[in-house]
C-alpha cells in the first residue's frame, strides 16, 4: 500500500513535487506549481478508497505562518489581559487591605477612647480586684476602702455619723440624705486619716440620697460604680461603712432580694443622732407595713432596694455595697434592729438594704444641679 501510494497517490506526489520546486526554482510562480500539480494528477489513476483530494493546492509555509499566528494572538491577547485584570485585582486588594487596617486602627481609637477610664461608671463585670485577691472579700476591701469615707454632720438638733463613696477625683461624695439633712458643719475623714470640711451640693429626699464636695481635695481615689441591674439573688456581696464611728469597717454576706419597697422619712431631724449609740438613735424605716428603729413621721418616701445579711450597723449609712468584682452596686440605707434591743446588744440582725447604684447614676445630674430639694 505503502509503494503504491507514492507511484499513484495524488497528494503526496503533488507535495513531493511542490517540495522540488521549491528547493530547485524559488523564483517559480504559484500558478506554474498549480499546472504541475494538476498533470500529475491527470495522468494517475485514483483509488476509491483514498481520500479526496484538496480542491486547492496546500501552501504549508504561509499555513504555518498563519498557524503561529493563530497561536500566538491569542495567547498574547490572554496574557494581556491576565496582565490588565492583575491591576484591578491588585487595587481591590490594596483597598481591602487598607480598608482593614483602617478599621483595626478605628476599633483600637475607639478602645482606647472608651476602655477602662470611663469616669464614675462601669459595667458589674470589670474588676477593680488585683488579680491575686480576685473573688475574695480581703481583695475587695484592698480596691475599695480608699474610696469609702466616714462623715460627721452637725446641726442645731443634733449630730450624726455615717459613711460616704468618692465618686471624682475632686471629692465628689454620694451619701444617704438622712445622714447630712439639714446639716451646718460636715467632716469627712477618708481611710488614711485626714480629714476635710465639705459642703452639700445637692440633696433627693425621696430617694434618701445626698451629693456633697470636699472643699481643696484633689487625687481622690474614686470608686466604680457598677451595674445594679445586673445584679442575682445570692450574689456574694461586701459591706465598707463606719458603724459607730470605726472608719472602714468590712462586712459581708450576699444579696438575699431585689426590689424591695422601703419607706424612710424625708424629714431632716430624723436623721439626727443616727449612729450615736444605737437604739432609738438609728434610722427609722418602713418594711411590708411595719416600721422598725422607730417611728418614720408623716412625711415618707418609698424606693425600690436590695436587700443584703450583710452586717450593716448605725453608722454603715452612705457607705458601699459591693459586688465581688470591686464595683458598687447599692448605696447602704438602712437596717433593722431589734426594738428591744439596748445600746449594747443593738446590732445587725442580717436585715439590711442598699439603693441601687442605678438609682444613684439616674440621679446625680440632678443631685449636681442641686437637688430636687433644692
Known amino acids: ?27 517559480a510562480t504559484a500558478q506554474q506549481e498549480h499546472s504541475a500539480f494538476a498533470g500529475a494528477s ?11 483530494p484538496p480542491a486547492y493546492e496546500p501552501e504549508q509555509a504561509p499555513q504555518a505562518a498563519a498557524s503561529t499566528a493563530l497561536l500566538t494572538e491569542p ?21 481591602a487591605i487598607a480598608a482593614a487596617a483602617v478599621g483595626g486602627g478605628t476599633a483600637y481609637a475607639f478602645q482606647e477612647l472608651s476602655g477602662n477610664d470611663t469616669g464614675p461608671t462601669s459595667s458589674t463585670t470589670a474588676s477593680v480586684v488585683p488579680t491575686a485577691e480576685k473573688g475574695t472579700v480581703a481583695g475587695v476591701a484592698q480596691a475599695v476602702s480608699p474610696s469609702i469615707v466616714e462623715i460627721n454632720a452637725t446641726s442645731a438638733v443634733g ?36 480629714s476635710y470640711s465639705a459642703e452639700v451640693v445637692g440633696t433627693d429626699s425621696k430617694k ?12 481622690m481615689k474614686t470608686a466604680t460604680l457598677g ?43 430624723q436623721g439626727q443622732g443616727q449612729g450615736q449609740g444605737g437604739g432609738n438613735d438609728q434610722w427609722p424605716f418602713g418594711f411590708g407595713g411595719q416600721e422598725f428603729n422607730g417611728d418614720t413621721g408623716s412625711s415618707t418616701t418609698t424606693y425600690k432596694a436590695l436587700q443584703t445579711d450583710a452586717s450593716l450597723n448605725p453608722g454603715n449609712s452612705g457607705g458601699a455595697l459591693i459586688d465581688m468584682n470591686g464595683n458598687i452596686i447599692g448605696i447602704n440605707s438602712a437596717m433593722y434592729s431589734p426594738a428591744s ?34
Open 208 to 219: 434618701d440620697l445626698a451629693l456633697i464636695k470636699l472643699k481643696d481635695a484633689s487625687g
Open 159 to 194: 449630730e450624726s455619723t455615717g459613711s460616704g463613696v468618692i465618686i471624682t477625683s475632686d471629692g465628689e461624695i454620694i451619701t444617704n440624705n438622712h445622714v447630712v439633712s439639714g446639716a451646718d458643719s460636715i467632716k469627712v475623714r477618708t481611710s488614711d486619716g485626714k
Open 75 to 95: 495567547v498574547s491577547r490572554g496574557a494581556t489581559r491576565r496582565r490588565r485584570a492583575r491591576g484591578p485585582l491588585a487595587l481591590l486588594a490594596a483597598v
Open 227 to 269: 451595674n445594679s441591674d445586673g445584679v442575682k439573688v445570692g450574689d456574694e456581696v461586701v459591706a465598707i461603712g463606719s458603724p459607730e464611728g470605726l472608719t472602714g469597717t468590712v462586712t459581708s454576706g450576699i444579696v438575699s432580694a431585689l426590689n424591695r419597697d422601703v419607706t424612710v422619712s424625708t424629714d431632716e431631724s
Open 42 to 52: 491527470a495522468g494517475s489513476p485514483v483509488n476509491p478508497e483514498w481520500p479526496p
Open 1 to 27: 500500500m505503502t509503494e503504491s501510494f507514492r507511484h499513484n497517490g495524488e497528494y503526496p506526489q503533488g507535495e513531493q513535487q511542490q517540495q522540488s520546486a521549491y528547493s530547485q526554482q524559488e523564483h
Open 341 to 374: 434591743a439596748t445600746s449594747a446588744s443593738a446590732g445587725s440582725a442580717g436585715l439590711g438594704f442598699a439603693i441601687p447604684i442605678n438609682t444613684v447614676k439616674s440621679d446625680l445630674d440632678t443631685l449636681r444641679a442641686g437637688g430636687s430639694d433644692s
